[in-house]
C-alpha cells in the first residue's frame, strides 16, 4: 500500500512557519498544538489588519505570528 499524502506546497510553507521553534520536531507536532496555533494566529493576524486598517502603525515584526510553547508544559 501506499501512504503518501500529496500537499503541495503548502507542507513546505508549514514547515517554514514552524522552522526554529518548538514545532520543528515533528516529534513536538500534536494535533491540539498545531491547531491551537493556527486558530490563535488567524485571530492574531486579523487583529493586526483591523488595527491597520484603522490607520495604526505597527513594527513589522509584529505583522507575523509564530508558534511559541505554552508556558504551562
Known amino acids: 500500500m501506499d ?3 500529496w500537499c503541495g506546497p503548502s507542507m513546505g510553507s508549514f514547515n517554514d512557519w514552524t522552522n526554529h521553534t518548538y514545532l520543528e520536531m515533528v516529534e513536538n507536532r500534536k494535533i491540539v498544538d498545531v491547531t491551537r496555533h493556527i486558530f490563535q494566529g488567524a485571530a492574531y493576524l ?12 505597527l513594527p513589522l515584526e509584529l505583522e507575523q505570528y509564530y508558534p511559541e510553547k505554552p508556558l504551562a508544559d
Open 46 to 57: 486579523f487583529r493586526v489588519q483591523s488595527l491597520k486598517m484603522q490607520s495604526i502603525r
Open 3 to 5: 501512504y503518501q499524502i
